[in-house]
């Protein structure tokens, strides 16, 4: 349930001034306002499952870009039935919409959405209904510019440096093709976002994570409710440590989605337990900015 200072799960992420949303729980109109973020560049809303706690943000959110002038479609991708949702919603509240909504529902794991030099994946999820994880991947960034090999290949400084670097063969001062494998080192991974809320813990779930830069995740209880958290579908804290820890590669692991029977002074309990497992655990909290670097 919503806590006066505790709104329900909602994830933004920003990429190259992109933002995609991951669930649209109760309240993420205020939040997105209080960052002051312009939601019509919301390109895609990715929904895990239809239960309340995730999707009632979400008729606000499409009313709301009715009032911002928004131009390009929205993406809504999410499992069996979250298309009858958005449709009975607008039909029932009688929604003005000026833009194009597509719903895309997914019933198999696999690449649902591409962009410039990115793509996004699904994984199936244990819940007590149809749920989805999902990671945005960015594709390999090309090796490192030595510009000194360039110079020693005759190749002039400016604009054939830069098609290089892009990936062009070019022609050197002498004529000569200049390939990318003679002055770019090895190439590069992109980076890596993964979100998983609303599941039993189980190993597939590692194998979809693995190499994540920001993975963020359910921790709802502490250990001594597992028996709560497996009836419930859910996972413990210390669950979703060892997710991060057996994925290999995670960099970060934040906690989401907690029992409403913790305050924010007895969450440390959680991140005790995630800590002695994953030591780069952090407590996710409305507003909070994760920034994601490259590593080269």
């Known amino acids: 349930m919503p806590l006066p200072n505790r709104h329900l799960t909602s994830v933004l992420l920003r990429r190259e001034g992109e933002l995609f949303l991951f669930d649209g729980g109760e309240g993420t109109q205020v939040s997105l306002r ?7 560049k919301i390109s895609v809303i990715f ?32 499992p069996p039935r979250i298309g009858e949702y958005i449709e009975t919603s607008r039909r029932v509240l009688d929604m003005y919409i000026n833009y194009e909504i597509i719903v895309q529902e997914v019933s198999a794991p696999g690449i649902v959405y591409r ?9 199936p999820l244990r819940h007590t209904k149809p749920c989805l994880g999902y990671s945005l991947i960015e594709d390999a960034r090309h090796g490192e510019f030595f510009p ?11 604009p054939l440096w830069a098609q290089l670097q892009s990936g062009e063969t070019v022609k050197s001062a002498d ?15 992109g980076r890596k976002f993964s979100y998983v809320t609303d599941t039993l813990a189980f190993p597939e779930i590692a194998a979809n994570v693995a190499d994540s ?35 290999g590669g995670v960099k970060k692991l934040a906690l989401i ?31 909070a900015l994760f920034p994601i670097e490259y590593v080269d």
Request: glycine share 8%; aromatic share 6%.
């Open 34 to 40: 209080r960052l002051n973020l312009r939601w019509k």
């Open 47 to 78: 929904i895990s499952h239809t239960h309340a706690d995730h999707v009632t943000g979400i008729p606000g959110l499409l009313m709301l870009s009715s009032q911002v002038d928004r131009d390009d479609p929205l993406y809504i991708i999410g």
């Open 115 to 123: 962009g410039d030099g990115f793509h996004v994946r699904c994984f």
């Open 148 to 158: 000194q090999k360039a110079s020693a290949l005759n190749v002039p400084r400016g």
């Open 175 to 189: 004529g000569i093709d200049v390939t990318p494998g003679e002055v770019l080192g090895p190439a590069r991974s």
């Open 213 to 247: 830069d920001l993975l963020v995740c359910e921790g709802m209880f502490e250990r001594g409710l597992s028996g709560d958290a497996h009836e419930k579908k859910h996972m413990t804290a210390e669950e979703a440590a060892s997710i991060a820890k057996a994925a």
């Open 257 to 287: 989605h907690f029992s409403p029977r913790y305050t924010d002074h007895n969450l440390k309990l959680l991140l005790k337990e995630a800590q002695a497992i994953f030591p780069n655990t952090v407590l996710a909290k409305d507003r």
